[in-house]
């Protein structure tokens, strides 16, 4: 099946820096991207969809100036947290969706966020 | 987005199937059924999706409902590995939606 890999797998900053997590489809081409955020015991929340080359669609309540999102290739896709606080402590998981395959969705493994 | 309605949590036996239903009532003729599974501390896993015939693979089955108006996602060997939160989701406008699916334990 498709592969799609995040990193880093978990990261701790401080309070106030920013943080760059990297999403990439190994083995197929991805036209769309999504990135989602899970806070514990919760269900995965859509934050914005992202198309290459094009700026992102956040979702209502997303701050886009706050999470950055970047597709600058069919393979590549990154999200960064500026000035990260403590309530932005979640798990981020992106997903893609393969050119041609407009049905189905990979999930990466995930990337674990902790501010302090 | 049409919505599922699942059960919060379901129990099996390790080595008996395992049917996990889901509703979707407000289902539109064009919106894909999908499954998905999520194991602790990972991204979702892909598991299985249908339009309006039943649709098997290596991973379950799903049975759809004549109506489509509900689905069964069916696990037919349950192992302890498919401990999970599974969820069924309604494909439409361009976006997964995830609800709060079904916890799943399997009892050994």
């Known amino acids: 099946g498709a592969v799609v890999s995040q990193h880093p797998s978990r990261v701790i900053c401080k309070s106030g820096t920013s943080v760059k997590i990297e999403c990439r489809s190994l083995?197929?081409?991805?036209?769309?991207m999504f990135w989602y955020r899970q806070f514990p015991k919760q269900s995965l929340m859509l934050m914005a969809t992202?198309?290459?080359?094009?700026?992102?669609?956040?979702e209502q309540g997303v701050e886009k100036d706050k999470f950055l999102i970047n597709h600058a290739s069919l393979t590549l896709s990154t999200l960064t947290v500026t000035s990260a606080h403590p309530e932005d402590s979640s798990f981020y998981i992106c997903?893609?969706?393969?050119?041609?395959?407009?049905?189905?969705?990979?999930f990466g493994p995930g990337t674990r966020l902790l501010v302090l | 987005d049409a919505k599922t309605t699942q059960p919060n949590s379901m129990e099996s036996n390790e080595e008996e199937p395992v049917h996990l239903p889901c509703n979707h009532s407000?289902?539109?003729?064009?919106?894909?059924i999908h499954w998905y599974r999520q194991l602790p501390s990972q991204g979702p896993e892909y598991v299985i999706h249908?339009?309006?015939s039943n649709v098997n693979n290596r991973m379950a089955s799903l049975a759809i409902a004549e109506d489509r108006k509900s689905s069964t996602l069916i696990l037919h060997r349950a192992t302890l590995r498919d401990a999970a939160v599974y969820y069924c989701?309604?494909?439409?406008?361009?976006?997964?939606?995830f609800g709060t699916g079904t916890r799943l334990t399997i009892i050994p």
């Open positions: 249908g339009l309006t």
């Open positions: 992202s198309n290459e080359g094009s700026k992102a669609t956040y």
């Open positions: 083995d197929f081409q991805a036209t769309t």
């Open positions: 997903s893609a969706r393969a050119l041609g395959y407009q049905e189905t969705q990979y």
């Open positions: 407000t289902i539109s003729g064009t919106d894909y």
């Open positions: 989701i309604l494909f439409g406008n361009e976006k997964l939606t």
